[in-house]
């Protein structure tokens, strides 16, 4: 049984990956009943973390130049941003996260990599100051990026980023682990190829699985929500915790 703050934590991430749920759905996927996630949802709208929808509620992005302090999203996006200098240029995964990055980015400016058609539409419509470039390729539908040998061989050529920012939807101590083929090779050409590596990693990735893995690089820095689990050490690794999704307190220690 979850309690609520790994509840909300689920919900939060569900919606970064899927846009919009339905009540009933997650009240399925979490063994709660229909009024807890009423409640879920509500108190996450006065967050401002997500809208609610007949039936459901969809995910909305922070607006750039707000006040998005209390989102746990944006906390996560703030500390990795603290990483990035102006000029840099960053390979983003291709994860709704990643715009949430962008927009703790503020006007610091930065060149934008990334072979994500969503992330594209988006960033397109994002009035901050940055260049935007597209890698390019053909479409995979299966996850969603484009592809080709020629994109890929930019990143070690004239696209060679200075930041990879990752998002993977499962982390262990030694792997970080992607469900689609593709994107694991993107990602592990992005850390072969960029001067540093920042895993932006929620809470839930922690405790997942998925199928294609490849080693962390050397010098890495892992921001996550909460602290990490017994155990997940390496001796090359920057470990930021930084609140829980309740009590929005800054992290300073490990409990292990």
Same mark, same amino acid.
């Given at each position: 049984?979850? $309690? ?12 970064? &990956?899927?846009?919009?749920?339905? #009540? ?9 009943? +229909?009024?807890?996630? =009423? ?5 996450? *709208?006065? &967050? ?18 707000? +006040?998005?302090? !209390?989102?746990? %999203?944006? &906390? ?16 983003? +995964? ?50 969603? $990026?484009? +592809?080709? *040998?020629?994109?890929? %061989? ?17 982390? =262990? #101590? ?27 990693? !929620? ?26 689990? !017994? ?23 490990? %409990?292990?």
């Amino acid at each position: 049984m979850y $309690v609520a703050q790994e509840r909300r934590a689920y919900i939060l991430r569900i919606l970064q &990956q899927r846009g919009s749920i339905r #009540s009933s759905a997650l009240a399925r996927e979490l063994g709660v009943t +229909d009024e807890t996630i =009423r409640t879920d949802l509500v108190d996450m *709208q006065a &967050q401002g973390l997500l809208q609610r929808v007949h039936g459901g509620a969809r995910y909305i992005l922070p607006t750039p130049g707000s +006040d998005s302090s !209390p989102r746990p %999203d944006c &906390q996560l996006a703030a500390l990795a941003a603290q990483h990035i200098e102006p000029g840099m240029s960053i390979y983003l +995964d291709s994860d709704p996260l990643a715009l949430v990055f962008v927009s703790q980015l503020g006007e610091k400016p930065c060149t934008l990599l990334t072979n994500s058609p969503e992330l594209l539409t988006t960033l397109c419509a994002t009035p901050l100051p940055h260049r935007i470039i597209c890698l390019g390729g053909e479409l995979d539908k299966d996850c969603g $990026v484009l +592809d080709s *040998q020629a994109a890929l %061989d930019s990143l070690s050529g004239g696209h060679r980023p200075d930041a990879a920012l990752l998002i993977p939807p499962a982390l =262990r #101590s030694d792997v970080a682990a992607y469900r689609h083929p593709l994107r694991t090779t993107w990602a592990r050409t992005a850390t072969e190829t960029a001067g540093k590596t920042i895993l932006m990693v !929620p809470a839930l990735a922690l405790q997942a699985h998925a199928p294609h893995i490849f080693p962390l690089p050397g010098g890495c820095t892992i921001i996550t929500e909460n602290n990490l689990p !017994p155990g997940f050490t390496h001796p090359r690794l920057e470990l930021i915790p930084y609140i829980s999704a309740e009590d929005l307190q800054q992290n300073t220690g490990f %409990d292990y």
